[in-house]
């Protein structure tokens, strides 16, 4: 790879937005917010939406979209991690009231992108998780298998085969793909820069560079005071170890992107992408891409946890980190071969232990939060933002009576990730068994008997995490 600097394309062009005159801390108000990554802003919008009488003040240390919702690979998925496991669960009315609401979260965000005039680079075109050679064609069988389980028809997931996901995308191995078109691509600064000038423009006070130290009693504690607060919302998500509050209840997890210079139309007709819709391959690896809307290919990949779930921001663009993801982009595409990479940049996502995200209102410490969206986040932020206003106003609404709600739950509810050394040990032995069995999956050289087996115990490995 050549020698770059880091540097998160999203934000090269697109400086954070200064205010001339940053708003007062007020001592007292209805909502204070900690974080101005999406949960936080889509939190205090729909709250200013449905009740503009409630002084709402958002804090955050750094600047708005500091955090994963400024550094993401911009899929905005119309669904939630790990939800087939409860929408399998549901009486046939209810999956259905509950699909709709998935489903709905891409048409949400278009709505509120026309209605505030925000420009993100939105793109509609679905996904596609293509298939790279048997192993992957297999597990797509196995995933379809539970995606119709859980309700989701014909319309919503599909099998393409190799020569009709050529035509939208030509990925090396590929054999076929899942497609759904529940999922857009965006440029995910331009969305956050659009909903803080929304928030603002609805009366809330974001103050940037403003950590929060703590909080507890109806207060959040900051460097020079206190503020006092009828609600109070941690929106930290993969930063939640910054508030001893959270203890072990939200892991970090890193992610990691690199992105070439743009290509030229020749280039594109040797890929695809048509539409941008955005794409992965089903190893277990967890890779996901997008072409952005100026015509670059953005590849990133999952991996790295530190020892006591600290938060990762800083990364060293000439590690091995990149260089491998660099590597596996051109595998996936030997057309990029002889493509410059132009950034690389990586962030940290929350894991919750029960690995499928929640929205909660602890009524009597004045507590409502979301998270653990475990790196699908873009669009479960819309969601939860919308359940987080009804539940903190009281209302009665299809949001507040869906699985997701931890109704009057409290953050010591949470289930608590295993505690040092095991959960990094675990943490890294499950990623080195899904290493050994992607590897495997693609060597036809290695007996049939052994990558079965391999795949056996990485799949057991996935069970555990369940
Ligand atoms: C590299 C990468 C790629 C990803 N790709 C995708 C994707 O393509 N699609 C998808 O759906 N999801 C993706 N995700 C996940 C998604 O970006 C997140 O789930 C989502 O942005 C979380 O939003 P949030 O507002 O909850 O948290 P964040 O955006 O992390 O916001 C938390 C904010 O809190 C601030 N903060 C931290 N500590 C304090 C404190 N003590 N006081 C005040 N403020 C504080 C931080 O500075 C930050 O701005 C990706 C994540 C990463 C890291």
């Given at each position: 790879?050549?020698?770059?600097?880091?540097?998160?394309?999203?934000?090269?062009?697109?400086?954070?937005a200064?205010?001339?005159?940053?708003?007062?801390?007020?001592?007292?108000?209805?909502?204070?917010?900690?974080?101005?990554?999406?949960?936080?802003?889509w939190?205090?919008?729909?709250?200013k939406?449905?009740a503009?009488?409630?002084?709402?003040?958002?804090?955050?240390?750094a600047?708005?979209?500091?955090?994963?919702?400024?550094?993401?690979?911009?899929?905005?998925?119309?669904g939630?991690?790990g939800?087939?496991?409860?929408?399998?669960?549901l009486v046939?009315?209810?999956?259905?009231?509950?699909?709709a609401?998935?489903?709905?979260i891409?048409d949400?965000?278009?709505?509120?992108?026309a209605?505030?005039?925000?420009?993100?680079?939105?793109?509609?075109?679905?996904?596609?998780?293509?298939?790279?050679?048997d192993a992957?064609?297999?597990?797509?069988?196995?995933?379809?298998?539970?995606l119709?389980?859980?309700?989701?028809?014909e319309?919503?997931?599909?099998?393409?085969?190799?020569?009709?996901?050529?035509?939208?995308?030509?990925?090396?191995g590929a054999?076929?793909?899942?497609?759904?078109?529940?999922?857009?691509?965006?440029?995910?600064?331009?969305?956050?820069?659009?909903?803080l000038?929304?928030?603002?423009?609805?009366?809330?006070?974001?103050?940037?560079?403003?950590?929060?130290?703590?909080?507890?009693?109806?207060?959040?504690?900051?460097?020079d005071g206190?503020?006092?607060?009828?609600?109070?919302?941690?929106?930290?998500?993969?930063?939640?170890?910054?508030l001893?509050?959270?203890g072990g209840r939200?892991?970090?997890?890193q992610?990691?992107i690199?992105?070439?210079?743009?290509?030229?139309?020749?280039?594109?007709?040797e890929?695809?992408?048509?539409?941008?819709?955005?794409?992965a391959?089903?190893?277990?690896?967890?890779?996901?891409?997008?072409r952005t809307a100026d015509?670059r290919?953005l590849?990133?990949?999952?991996?790295?946890?530190?020892?006591?779930?600290?938060v990762?921001?800083?990364?060293?663009?000439?590690?091995?980190?990149f260089?491998?993801?660099?590597?596996?982009?051109?595998?996936?595409?030997?057309?990029?071969?002889?493509?410059?990479?132009?950034?690389?940049?990586g962030?940290?996502?929350?894991?919750?232990?029960?690995?499928?995200?929640?929205?909660?209102?602890?009524?009597v410490?004045?507590?409502?939060?979301?998270?653990?969206?475990?790196?699908?986040?873009?669009?479960?932020?819309?969601?939860m933002?919308?359940?987080?206003?009804?539940?903190?106003?009281?209302?009665d609404?299809?949001l507040?009576?869906q699985?997701?709600?931890?109704?009057d739950?409290t953050?010591?509810?949470?289930?608590r990730?295993?505690?040092?050394?095991l959960?990094?040990?675990?943490?890294?032995?499950i990623r080195?068994?899904?290493?050994?069995?992607?590897?495997l999956?693609?060597?036809?050289?290695?007996?049939?008997?052994?990558?079965?087996?391999?795949?056996?115990?990485?799949?057991a490995?996935?069970?555990?995490?369940?």
């Open positions: 790879m050549n020698t770059l600097p880091e540097s998160c394309l999203w934000r090269d062009a697109l400086p954070p200064t205010q001339d005159v940053p708003p007062a801390i007020a001592d007292d108000c209805d909502v204070a917010i900690v974080g101005a990554g999406y949960t936080g802003l939190t205090a919008y729909y709250l939406r449905l503009p009488q409630l002084s709402v003040q958002v804090f955050e240390s600047h708005a979209g500091f955090g994963a919702s400024g550094r993401n690979g911009g899929w905005l998925i119309g939630l991690a939800q087939e496991g409860w929408l399998s669960g046939p009315d209810v999956r259905e009231e509950t699909r609401l998935l489903y709905g891409v949400e965000v278009k709505a509120v992108c209605r505030e005039g925000i420009d993100c680079d939105l793109a509609h075109g679905g996904v596609l998780y293509a298939a790279r050679g992957q064609a297999r597990r797509a069988a196995l995933w379809l298998g539970e119709r389980a859980a309700g989701h028809g319309a919503d997931f599909c099998w393409l085969d190799r020569d009709a996901l050529a035509a939208r995308l030509q990925m090396a054999v076929g793909a899942v497609f759904s078109p529940h999922c857009a691509t965006l440029h995910p600064f331009k969305l956050v820069q659009g909903l000038a929304a928030v603002r423009g609805l009366g809330v006070a974001v103050h940037e560079h403003c950590p929060v130290l703590g909080l507890g009693g109806g207060r959040l504690r900051l460097p206190a503020v006092r607060a009828h609600w109070i919302v941690p929106a930290l998500e993969g930063a939640s170890g910054t001893p509050e959270f939200l892991q970090a997890a992610s990691l690199v992105v070439t210079e743009p290509l030229s139309p020749a280039q594109w007709d890929i695809g992408l048509a539409g941008r819709p955005a794409f391959d089903l190893s277990r690896g967890i890779t996901y891409g997008q015509n290919l590849f990133g990949a999952r991996g790295g946890y530190r020892f006591g779930g600290r990762r921001w800083d990364f060293d663009p000439q590690g091995a980190d260089t491998g993801r660099a590597e596996l982009m051109r595998t996936f595409f030997p057309q990029l071969s002889g493509v410059r990479i132009t950034h690389a940049w962030g940290s996502l929350g894991l919750p232990r029960a690995f499928t995200p929640f929205a909660l209102r602890d009524s410490r004045g507590v409502a939060c979301a998270g653990g969206y475990g790196g699908e986040g873009v669009g479960a932020s819309n969601l933002g919308r359940t987080l206003a009804d539940l903190m106003l009281g209302r609404t299809v507040t009576r699985p997701w709600v931890r109704g739950g953050l010591a509810s949470l289930r990730w295993e505690p040092e050394p959960r990094y040990l675990g943490y890294h032995f080195a068994s899904f290493a050994l069995d992607d590897a999956s693609q060597s036809p050289r290695v007996p049939g008997c052994l990558r079965r087996a391999v795949s056996a115990a990485a799949d490995m996935e069970g555990l995490m369940h």
